[in-house]
T-cell receptor, first 114, second 112 residues
């Protein structure tokens, strides 16, 4: 059984650029959630995808967008990068959408915006 | 607004001793789940334990147990017989509907 993987592991961008982060969910999981974790903080929920549709969204602007593919892998896209977007971006997959379903986290992508 | 508060930024415990990490949350929902996650220095978040809000019985997983006080909106984690491998950031989390909320974390140090 393959766990949740994310790519790239590290990324450096400049303000105003666009970035795409990728996540492969654990085998058999159809739900993917994305989180932003600033240094020294807890993860902040960005959004969740279930069977290729956005199912829920946290308090993030529209320049944060996502996709989920038929194989349930997912992308997080951030446009017009700002310095405050520098953070660890975590992807988590779960077997289903049910309340309380266990989330399995990937190792994260560290984004630095200069 | 739903929030999760962890009032202890750092805690330490002697190896083999017991430590309790605190968490309080604010919600108007009746149906939700609470979790404790562990994030070791390697960064990968791991589920430690979870609790359904409608269950009065406190969840237990080996050396980890919770004290769930629904009326007080409190959800503390007790780690018994602490081991060096327990050293990590611990996050309390809340899940309702399609929203997830995490606390700011407690850094646990285990002293040999």
């Amino acid at each position: 059984e393959t766990g949740v993987t994310q790519s790239p592991t590290h990324l450096i961008k400049t303000r105003g650029q666009q970035v795409t982060l990728r996540c492969s969910s654990q085998s058999g999981h159809n739900t993917v959630s994305w989180y932003q974790q600033a240094l020294g903080q807890g993860p902040q929920f960005i959004f969740q995808y279930y069977r290729e549709e956005e199912n829920g969204r946290g308090n993030f602007p529209p320049r944060f967008s996502g996709l989920q593919f038929p194989n349930y892998s997912s992308e997080l896209n951030v446009n017009a990068l700002e310095l405050d977007d520098s953070a660890l971006y975590l992807c988590a997959s779960s077997l289903d959408l049910a309340l309380g379903e266990t989330q399995y986290f990937g190792p994260g992508t560290r984004l630095l915006v200069l | 607004a739903q929030t999760v508060t962890q009032s202890q930024p750092e805690m330490s415990v002697q190896e083999a001793e017991t430590v309790t990490l605190s968490c309080t949350y604010d919600t108007s929902e009746s149906d939700y789940y609470l979790f404790w996650y562990k994030q070791p220095p390697s960064r990968q978040m791991i589920l430690v334990i979870r609790q359904e809000a409608y269950k009065q019985q406190n969840a237990t997983e080996n050396r980890f147990s919770v004290n769930f006080q629904k009326a007080a909106k409190s959800f503390s984690l007790k780690i018994s017989d602490s081991q060096l491998g327990d050293a990590a950031m611990y996050f309390c989390a809340y899940h309702t509907g399609n929203q997830f909320y995490f606390g700011t974390g407690t850094s646990l140090t285990v002293i040999p």
